[in-house]
């Protein structure tokens, strides 16, 4: 169905501002749905709930604690700055406030950091086709399959099919886990003794218990990873600028992200609930895998019809982020990586190219995903890094401090990177994390890469003993 309807949506597609921001033309319904939709995924709902049930609510401030808090914080405080520029990708803020050479640093560094993203994504495609089929289909093929239905609809509808099947599959997320939480909640007694049974257990724990920094810089860095990192992402920024208005952008952002939040914790809740409803089978499964908790709760104890509710809304979830981060990394290289070297194309030689490059990149994060060996959780938290270290710091100090320069930017991006690499890999640390780092070199180096060279242009000389201007 979803393939039907992105295709039929996909008539109305015949410029790239439509492939690309759906001709910014969005209404607040649309543009919120989209936002919660993108962000409710496979880390949400199989991700987070087993995290949860191992580690506890500090274990998921990463998500949804900074991923809701990302899109609140760039509904606020960027999208009325970035609608305004009439932009189709992130990459190009990066050209127009500092040069070349930064827009194409920064977009590959988004480009990579969707790898994993989508790869999740697939992933969970494949685990759930897997389990939905009893094996008949095996994992791998469930992503193969899954995969091909996702690429379908956003290699032809682009942006506005995206939108579209995000608003549908919202309502259908929405209510199927509703009613999933209903049915399990009479299994226990009833929602408030699940969160009893949660706080005995000591999962309701939030800040660290003690006011020691070797327990708040991991906690620190965990919740700004996805909270910063992703903003400075193109699935963020498109559905930032494909909203009618200034307005619209910004509280569809807003409202999108204080969605996200509270639907979060459904799965969260259920998660654990299934631990109350049988803990033999349930331990067994933690220690086995736990993104499988929650599909084999609703298999073995929920009728037909509430399983079918429950993979549906599933899927939904997974095919709206799925389609939304292949789309926003492709369009990314097109726009802001391959076209210059093509100045002449047309519109439409543009639009072929931001359509190969979807199926380009499909087949890409395909590999990935068959080879990697992270969770769901971990592909999906390590992705935001390499975008938090280097891109956050340009756009946010571009458009808030007048004095960020190109050289600025540059220093910044290569301190960030380079901590932040260091960091991971020669010389690791259990108390600093590296992308919190890799961060604080980046802002370092943009202050230090901008404020120097001004200096020094300024700087009066002494000379005969008298002090002249440059």
Not at 327 to 343: G, H
Not at 379 to 386: C, D, F, G, P, T
């Amino acid at each position: 169905m979803s393939v039907f309807i992105g295709l039929y949506v996909a008539r109305n597609v015949s410029t790239t501002a439509d492939y690309a921001v759906a001709g910014r033309h969005l209404a607040l319904p649309v543009v919120t749905g989209t936002v919660f939709a993108t962000w409710f995924g496979s880390e949400t709902v199989l991700g987070i709930s087993s995290t949860f049930v191992n580690e506890g609510l500090r274990g998921i401030v990463a998500d949804p604690f900074g991923a809701a808090l990302c899109l609140i914080l760039a509904g606020l405080f960027f999208a009325r700055k970035l609608y305004r520029l009439n932009l189709l990708t992130i990459g190009s803020y990066y050209k127009i406030r500092y040069n070349r050479t930064v827009e194409v640093f920064c977009t590959i560094c988004i480009i990579v950091s969707y790898l994993g993203w989508v790869a999740a994504q697939i992933t969970a495609l494949g685990l759930i086709f897997d389990i939905i089929t009893n094996r008949t289909i095996p994992t791998e093929w469930g992503m193969v399959f899954g995969a091909t239905i996702v690429l379908v609809y956003t290699l032809f509808g682009g942006m506005l099919s995206v939108a579209v099947l995000d608003f549908i599959q919202m309502s259908i997320i929405g209510l199927g886990l509703l009613y999933i939480a209903y049915l399990v909640s009479n299994m226990t007694g009833g929602a408030w003794n699940v969160i009893e049974h949660a706080r005995d257990a000591g999962k309701l724990q939030f800040f660290p218990a003690e006011f020691k920094y070797e327990q708040w810089v991991p906690f620190i860095g965990a919740g700004i990873t996805m909270m910063l990192g992703s903003i400075p992402q193109q699935d963020v920024f498109q559905r930032i600028t494909s909203a009618r208005d200034e307005k619209t952008a910004v509280r569809g952002a807003v409202l999108g992200g204080s969605l996200y939040f509270c639907f979060a914790f459904i799965p969260v809740f259920l998660a654990f609930a299934a631990t109350m409803v049988d803990p033999a089978l349930f331990n067994k499964i933690l220690a086995e895998d736990s993104q499988l908790v929650l599909p084999t709760l609703v298999i073995q104890h929920t009728p037909m019809f509430a399983q079918i509710v429950f993979f549906g809304a599933l899927l939904s979830a997974i095919m709206s982020t799925a389609s939304a981060t292949l789309l926003a990394p492709s369009v990314s290289f097109a726009e802001d990586i391959v076209k210059a070297f093509f100045p002449n194309w047309t519109d439409k030689g543009e639009l072929l190219l931001m359509r190969g490059s979807v199926l380009g990149f499909a087949i890409l994060t395909l590999t990935f995903a068959l080879n990697s060996q992270w969770s769901i959780f971990e592909m999906v938290e390590n992705a935001y890094q390499i975008t938090l270290v280097a891109a956050f710091v340009p756009l946010a100090f571009g458009l808030y401090w007048q004095r960020a320069t190109t050289q600025g930017a540059i220093v910044s991006i290569v301190c960030g990177v380079s901590a932040w690499l260091v960091s991971t890999y020669l010389i690791p640390s259990e108390v600093w994390p590296a992308q919190l780092v890799g961060l604080l070199f980046s802002a370092a180096g943009m202050i230090v890469g901008s404020l120097i060279p001004q200096w020094i242009a300024h700087k009066p000389l002494l000379r005969d003993g008298v002090i002249h201007p440059e």
